[in-house]
């Protein structure tokens, strides 16, 4: 039987690939106690890398009890969407806010950024709904690396399942005063065949001041996708009317 203490070592020479039929004919509790001893050891771009190729039902168990910054650390290094979405999906809110705080303190926001754009939209919905219970300046942080990482083709389609307080928290902040940003995120909008429900949200969560912003943009949608909307059965008289009010 190999013993864990041996395979901490080896693990780290490892090419998680090549290694991968062994990996995953290991048992799931030892493989969970390696890479808890190598989180403990300060690695985590071994772990991230295995956690990509071991079971899926392993993957969560790895990092369950890690601190914020390993958990974030460790997710940054993993390269298979679906061994990330099964970790997400497994831990709790606390775990999860953890390593946004944890982003907060070590001022590693484009990595969180990366975490949230990499995850179903159900998921992002979820952790985007957390960003928007921090403090005003960790939350303020992580929407301007969504802009300056130009990530809202993964982002804006999870707005629509965000509370609606919560979304006002995330859409009434300093970066979103940029007009660049809003022409960007109108120009996503417009390749996403609209923007679907999580721009008629953004739209909807708004300040006075930002829909200024917003409804002077030289990107507002053109008349073929105003004409969409108009006819969908989806966005209710209110939402319609002040879409059309910004010239969608």
């Known amino acids: 039987m190999l013993k864990p203490a041996f395979l901490t070592k080896l693990a780290v020479s490892l090419d998680p690939k090549r290694a991968e039929p062994i990996l995953r004919a290991l048992p799931r509790a030892l493989v969970v106690d390696v890479g808890r001893r190598l989180l403990a050891r300060g690695e985590h771009i071994t772990p991230g890398r295995f956690v990509s190729v071991v ?3 392993a993957a969560p168990g790895v990092v369950e009890g890690a601190q914020g910054s390993d958990l974030l650390k460790v997710a940054l290094y993993t390269e298979e969407p679906a061994a990330l979405e099964a970790i997400v999906q497994r831990l709790d809110d606390d775990a999860l806010r953890s390593a946004l705080e944890a982003a907060h303190v070590e001022q590693t926001y484009d990595d969180a950024v990366v975490l949230l754009s990499a995850l179903s939209a159900g998921s992002t919905a979820r952790l985007m709904g957390l960003v928007a219970g921090l403090d005003p300046e960790a939350r303020e942080e992580i929407v301007a690396a969504v802009v300056r990482n130009d990530e809202w083709r993964e982002i804006l389609p999870a707005l629509g399942s965000i509370d609606a307080e919560a979304l ?12 660049d940003a809003v022409d ?50 989806g966005p209710p008289a209110a939402v319609q009317n002040l879409l059309t009010e910004l010239g969608f």
């Open 184 to 233: 960007r995120l109108l120009l996503v909008a417009r390749a996403s065949d609209g923007g679907g429900p999580g721009l008629v949200a953004l739209v909807l969560a708004l300040d006075e001041e930002h829909r200024s912003v917003l409804g002077s943009s030289e990107q507002l949608l053109p008349a073929t996708t105003r004409t969409r909307w108009s006819r969908a059965p």
């Open 168 to 179: 006002r928290l995330l859409a009434n902040v300093p970066a979103m005063l940029s007009p």
């Open 55 to 57: 079971s899926v039902a």
